[in-house]
């Protein structure tokens, strides 16, 4: 008889992974399902619960693929990866474990990296949605035990953790954009601690249904002795916002990225890209980086890899960088207009899955059926970057 096939966590795994501990990690998705988007360092074996092995494979086939060694089998749910390792139990490997939930909870992962300030009384966190590179963030004020939440995702109850654990609670939620790449936790999170949700002034134009409170270029927020200062940053979203953070700590969204800017075809189209790369190229050059060298940059996003690996840093690690390191380094800040233009409209990546209907979700027009279908809109890392 076959044993009961231990379940490992997400957390579990991640930790695994970041030790380069040895068991296999088998992903028994499709191919295509695979190649588009899968954990760093993991094989595939197409099976299917009832069907079996694909059509190119056979059990030889796999034997040599998995070695002798521990293997970690995982799925888009965990139900195919269990008959997968019950199967391999049947014949003879003793030591078979399955991802619990699978992707869709791998996808949910999340890890906190506190960021460095001048001012001891100010508290900022960089909360990574591992999978997705979503980055969010808490901002607060430990002598005045409140938190201004920026940008959170649909689990949004892992910001709120973040300020209850420093002794703060949330007083501001704060969205810098429409987002195309996952489901906002924004509106939600407001509710829930019945604090203000803030969009930028000109969300107007994108039809959102939710209840907000616009943000104008200039307007200043204070938690406790801290200013907040809104900086319009259209480009990337006609409503994009960014946030100075007591003159140094700079949340730019999707303005711009660490290794990249945003792109700008998501809400204009491929037909009018052009005229947000001229709207983002006005706000980096007449307003980001006009700022002082020493801002440091915290992004809305990191790009992901298809294997899962982050573009800058690794997971848990704070993404980040200063203007000055941007400016020498990144090539796009060194473009001219025309060139800058040319080099966001010829060359777009992939757009991210299911993101009209994602945009949809997020201005308040279209409501998920229930969280299978919400955490299928959101699989996959983001595409965000030009």
């Given amino acids: 008889m076959c044993a009961l096939l231990h379940q490992t966590t997400v957390e579990e795994l991640a930790e695994s992974l970041d030790s380069e501990a040895s068991a296999t990690v088998v992903d028994t998705r499709p191919a295509e399902s695979f190649d588009a988007w899968h954990v760093g360092g993991a094989v595939n074996v197409p099976y299917h619960p009832e069907d079996g092995l694909g059509d190119d494979w056979d059990w030889d086939r796999v034997e040599e693929r998995l070695g002798d060694g521990p293997v970690l089998a995982l799925c888009g749910k965990g139900i195919t990866s269990t008959v997968f390792g019950l199967e391999l139990q049947k014949r003879g490997y003793e030591d078979v474990s399955v991802l619990k939930g699978g ?7 999340y890890e906190v990296a506190e960021v460095p300030t001048d001012d001891d009384d100010l508290f900022v966190a960089q909360i990574q949605r591992r999978a997705k590179g979503c980055l969010g963030y808490v901002v607060g004020s430990r002598s005045a035990g409140e938190a201004f939440v920026v940008d959170p995702t649909r689990q949004h109850h892992e910001f709120e ?7 703060m609670t949330v007083s501001r939620v704060f969205d810098t954009h429409v987002h195309a790449d996952h489901i906002s936790g924004g509106a939600a999170l407001a509710e829930r601690v019945a604090a203000p949700y803030h969009l930028g002034e ?18 200043t927020f204070s938690v406790g002795d ?21 003159g140094e700590l ?9 290794e990249s800017v945003g792109r700008t075809e998501l809400q204009f189209g491929d037909d009018d890209a052009a005229r947000g790369a001229e709207l983002l190229y006005e706000t980096l050059h007449e307003s980001i980086l ?25 997971p848990g690690e704070l993404v980040s960088a200063t203007l000055g390191e941007l400016r020498d380094e990144l090539t796009l800040l060194g473009l001219d207009e025309s060139e800058f233009v040319a080099r966001l409209t010829d060359e777009t990546p992939e757009k991210p899955s299911n993101y ?27 595409n965000c970057a030009a």
């Fill in 161 to 167: 953790l973040v300020a209850a654990d420093e002794g």
């Fill in 103 to 109: 992707m869709q909870e791998w996808s949910k992962l």
């Fill in 202 to 219: 000109r969300a107007a134009e994108r039809d959102v249904a939710y209840d907000y409170r616009p943000v104008e270029d200039g307007e």
């Fill in 290 to 314: 006009e700022l002082p060298d020493e801002t440091r940059v915290l992004p809305g996003h990191v790009t992901v890899a298809e294997d899962g690996a982050y573009a800058v840093a690794s």
């Fill in 250 to 258: 700079l949340l730019s969204g999707d303005t711009l990225f660490v």
């Fill in 226 to 246: 801290v200013e907040v200062e809104v900086l319009a940053a259209p480009g990337h979203t006609t409503e994009m916002v960014n946030f100075l953070v007591g």
């Fill in 356 to 382: 009209e209907t994602v945009i949809a979700v997020n201005t308040g027009r279209e409501t998920p059926e229930d969280e299978d279908s919400a955490t299928e809109l959101e699989l996959g890392p983001n």
